[in-house]
């Protein structure tokens, strides 16, 4: 891109970030120029799209496959009660808040799942992935992605009042596998379920990705490597390094196995909701005008911004435009299996 | 002996061990337990002196 062709900076929006010397005109201009793609965007991903819009990076790609809760309303911070009540994807209460925020900044709302299918899609012209996500099979397939693609990402955690962030960067240090090589058995790591989370501790996971994502963007480099752990309750912020295992399965061998896995599973208990995700077994696209018009005589149905809603005497279903559908009030998949194949169709 | 930080806790464990004995013997699952010693991030096999300090720590997976 020549000179002439980039677009001007505003001359007071990011001032207070243009005098700083770490950033500057120069570094204001690459984050103008980036594309990232942020990977669930409810907690730590909401904080990240904001402080990120905020600062003026050029395009933000946004997925997650869920809609807003009144539970989310206590540490995500993109949503209102209003969002709430009308159910809304969180992509899209998401974009339209980030609009609002910084109305130069272009979002891409995708309210899709990741998977195995998808997920090498989703890097394509981003510079950088943030990690918004809250399990680990997704976070295993964004690093098989991001290491065979030559993408770098940011991973974050955060339970209880603890959290954790690690930058990858392909070729230059350990990826996910070198720090655990082996995601941990499901059931075994707590959960938002089981062990709440303090908005204050997403808070500070949330802007140290963000700060990671700002100077890489803006080409400051990664500063100090390795895996920070915080406990913002107790004061604690602990460093330390993390070597590049050169047996790593995939970094070190170049085997992706989450991401060669072509099988997503068909059902996911969703962490701390009395429901279960249903997706089909082959990405598809809903057309959700005839569903509604099927639905309309069996029960109310409702369509939300993005999602249809759907309540009949046996169950609610809230139904998103790839075919899949939160099965609500119940945790037991086999009922949810059965409520989507009655409504929905397999 | 060792001494282990978990959580803003102090344990004394018998050295000669390994991080992976310690992450058991304190009933945490090795699978999301990670140690490290001197501000490195080391294997749940390293061997683990009478004198040595290690910091424990769960991985999160929350977001």
Known sequence: MTESERKPIPPDRYSRQRILSEVGDSGQRKLAESSVLIAGC?????????????????????????????????RQIL????????????????SARLHSINSEVETEPLAIDITSRNVENLLDGVDLVLDGTDNFETRYLINDACIKHG???????????????MLVEPRN??????????PPSPGSVPTCDTSGVLNGAVGVVASLQATTALRFLTGAGAGRRGLVHVDPWNMSFDFCKVLRDGDCPCCGRGEFEFLE????????????????????????????????????RAGMVEKTG???????ADGEIVIFPDGRAMIMGTTDVTRA?????????? | MVKVIYKNSEFQVPGNTSPR???????????????????????????????????????????
């Not at chain 1, 240090?173 to 082996?182: E, S």
């Not at chain 1, 996911?268 to 057309?287: A, F, H, K, Y």
């Not at chain 2, 061997?47 to 997976?61: P, R």
């Open chain 1, 261 to 296: 896995a072509k099988s997503t599973s068909w059902t996911t208990s969703l962490c701390g909701r009395n429901s279960v995700q249903v997706s089909p077994p082959r990405e598809i696209s809903l057309d959700l005008a005839a569903l509604r018009a099927r639905l309309e």
């Open chain 1, 42 to 74: 409810g907690a730590l991903g909401g904080l990240q799209a904001d402080l990120l819009a905020r600062a003026g990076v050029g395009k933000i790609r946004l997925v997650d496959r869920d809609f807003v809760e009144l539970s989310n309303l206590q």
């Open chain 2, 21 to 63: 004995k310690i992450i058991v013997r304190l009933g945490l699952n090795p699978e999301s337990t990670l140690a490290t010693r001197s501000g490195k991030l080391i294997s749940l096999e390293t061997s683990i002196g009478q004198q040595d300090e290690i910091k424990l720590i769960s991985v999160v997976s929350g977001g």
């Open chain 1, 151 to 165: 993408k770098s990402w940011v991973y974050g955690g955060v339970i209880g009042t603890i959290g954790m962030v």
């Open chain 1, 306 to 312: 993005l999602l249809l809603m759907f309540k009949a």
């Open chain 1, 337 to 346: 299996r059965g409520l989507y194949a009655k409504y929905v169709g397999i």
């Open chain 1, 79 to 94: 949503f209102d009660e209003k969002d709430a009540e009308r159910h809304m994807a969180k992509v899209e209460a998401a």
């Open chain 1, 173 to 182: 240090g350990a990826c996910l596998r070198c720090l655990v090589p082996d």
